[in-house]
């Protein structure tokens, strides 16, 4: 997860200086870097992607417990296993599907010349680390008393 953390303050850290640069061309020397704005739309989902993972790991997920709170543990445990068995699920499908819609794009960028398949390939990497997240949690809720 450290390497998660930490990629994703890289991610952020130069998309922060690649705007201040573009800004400082775009402005100060009144010559704007075109590929600027493509490569910071592509660090964003990035960042997205990944921060909803971590976001998974430490349980930061917007959610309504005013119930649940009122519940006994047995309880809680259950419907915390059935609801990252439904997440893994859903994780399930958005690997798939990101994967199908990695390997099959023809498309490329719109100013940088790459393939647009490792742009989308990241909802494929970012599902298979949430699928790990949530595995992790059902091991934990199925095999060890809090």
């Given at each position: 997860?450290?390497?998660?953390?930490?990629?994703?303050?890289?991610?952020?850290?130069?998309?922060?200086?690649?705007?201040?640069?573009?800004?400082?061309?775009?402005?100060?020397?009144?010559?704007?870097?075109?590929w600027?704005?493509?490569?910071?739309?592509?660090?964003?989902?990035?960042?997205?992607?990944?921060?909803?993972?971590?976001?998974?790991r430490?349980?930061e997920?917007?959610?309504?417990?005013?119930?649940?709170?009122?519940?006994?543990?047995?309880?809680q445990?259950?419907?915390?296993?059935?609801?990252?068995?439904?997440?893994?699920?859903?994780?399930?499908?958005?690997?798939?599907?990101?994967?199908?819609?990695?390997?099959?794009?023809?498309?490329?960028?719109?100013?940088?010349?790459?393939?647009?398949?490792?742009?989308?390939?990241?909802?494929?990497?970012?599902?298979?680390?949430?699928?790990?997240?949530?595995?992790?949690?059902?091991?934990?809720?199925?095999?060890?008393?809090?």
């Open positions: 997860m450290k390497l998660t953390v930490n990629l994703c303050a890289i991610i952020l850290s130069f998309m922060t200086a690649l705007i201040i640069i573009s800004v400082f061309f775009r402005y100060a020397l009144n010559n704007s870097i075109m600027s704005a493509e490569l910071t739309r592509y660090l964003m989902v990035f960042l997205s992607m990944f921060g909803a993972a971590l976001a998974l430490n349980d997920h917007i959610g309504l417990s005013i119930l649940y709170d009122k519940l006994s543990i047995q309880c445990r259950l419907i915390d296993i059935f609801r990252y068995t439904l997440l893994f699920l859903f994780s399930c499908l958005l690997a798939y599907e990101g994967f199908k819609f990695a390997v099959t794009t023809e498309a490329t960028g719109e100013i940088l010349p790459i393939s647009m398949k490792y742009p989308h390939s990241i909802m494929f990497f970012a599902a298979l680390l949430m699928m790990l997240i949530l595995l992790s949690k059902i091991q934990k809720l199925l095999f060890y008393k809090k």
